[in-house]
């Protein structure tokens, strides 16, 4: 099984809805990240998973709240969203060092604030 | 992490090679070259990754040059399956964890 799983597919959520996206994978990996993407541009790194642990966090508002509740889970929290955070969210997967680092990707949430 | 520097688009002939260049003067002697594609509406796909040698896979070829300062991805048959975002990235490995940030990409459009 070399799948990502992103849920939902789709999102529209209103500016003071609180949702969250999930995302799942059953490689063995244990660095997961959330990218962000917005139309025509390349992805946007949010945050970084480390064995269950934030190691990175790219200076993304605290509007954004990631969580990893085990190894083959990674959720990110959304609250209190502008329209501007419409866009892609993107999740993926690796191995930690390592030979080779190759990512999986998820095929995204597309999220649309209104 | 180096910055990398990639035409914007690339045409090229179905059945014929595509030869796809990015230039990453500033790699460091630990960074390796990936390259990623995203079909549109999906999530990135891994190509291939090398450090200094060149490398092939079943889906491409990957040619780095003697000074590491810029490579070339080749799709030796390129179908239309192959119409995409081509990203060249830059990353040291090894760490805690491979800090992909993504270049703005070639578009390559493969013509029937």
């Known amino acids: 099984d070399t799948e990502v799983t992103q849920t939902p597919k789709h999102l529209v959520m209103g500016m003071t809805n609180k949702k969250s996206l999930k995302c799942e994978q059953h490689?063995?990996?244990?660095?997961m990240y959330w990218y962000k993407q917005k139309a025509k541009k390349p992805p946007e790194l949010m945050f970084v998973?480390?064995?269950?642990?934030?190691?990175i966090n790219e200076s993304v508002p605290s509007r954004f709240s990631p969580e990893c509740p085990n190894s083959s889970l990674l959720n990110l929290h959304l609250h209190a969203l502008q329209p501007e955070d419409s866009a892609l969210y993107l999740c993926?997967?690796?191995?930690?060092?390592?030979?080779?680092?190759?990512?999986?990707f998820g095929q995204g949430t597309r999220l649309t604030v209104v | 992490d180096a910055k990398t520097t990639q035409p914007p688009s690339m045409d090229c002939a179905e059945g014929r090679a595509a030869n796809l260049p990015c230039n990453h003067s500033?790699?460091?002697?630990?960074?390796?070259v990936y390259w990623y594609r995203q079909i549109h509406s999906q999530g990135p796909q891994y190509i291939i990754h090398?450090?200094?040698n060149n490398e092939t896979n079943e889906m491409a070829s990957l040619i780095i040059t003697e000074d590491r300062k810029s490579s070339t991805l080749i799709l030796p048959h390129a179908t239309l399956r192959d119409t995409a975002v081509y990203y060249c990235?830059?990353?040291?490995?090894?760490?805690?964890?491979?800090?992909?940030?993504f270049g703005t990409g070639t578009l390559l459009a493969v013509q029937p």
């Open positions: 990235i830059v990353s040291g490995y090894g760490g805690a964890t491979n800090k992909l940030i």
């Open positions: 993926a997967s690796s191995q930690v060092g390592g030979l080779t680092t190759e990512a999986f």
């Open positions: 090398g450090l200094k």
């Open positions: 998973y480390s064995y269950e642990k934030l190691s």
């Open positions: 490689m063995g990996h244990r660095a």
């Open positions: 500033t790699i460091s002697g630990n960074e390796y």
